[in-house]
């Protein structure tokens, strides 16, 4: 392989190999990008309700266990 690439110009190398990668798997890495980001975007949302619900029943526990002291 390397020799190959070693009588071929810079811009075939750096240029030209990357693009005709990038237009091939392009569609491949857009799916897995967006999966990643979902899948990150959902782990928050899930954290972000359970955190929320923690709170929450947090709160109404204190509240009715200070209420039963009077």
């Known amino acids: ?3 190959i690439f070693a009588g071929m ?3 075939v190398k750096w240029i030209a190999v990357p693009v005709i ?3 091939v798997f392009g ?6 990008v967006g999966f990643v980001i979902g ?3 959902k782990v928050l949302v899930f954290v ?5 619900l923690i709170y929450v029943v ?3 526990t204190t509240s009715s266990s200070s209420r039963g002291d009077w």
């Not at 569609?27 to 897995?32: H, S």
């Not at 972000?48 to 929320?52: C, F, K, N, P, S």
């Open 1 to 3: 392989m390397r020799e």
């Open 9 to 11: 110009p810079w811009w």
């Open 21 to 23: 990668a990038l237009v």
């Open 27 to 32: 569609g491949l890495i857009a799916n897995v």
């Open 39 to 41: 899948l990150l975007f």
């Open 48 to 52: 972000a309700l359970v955190g929320g």
């Open 58 to 60: 947090r709160k109404f």
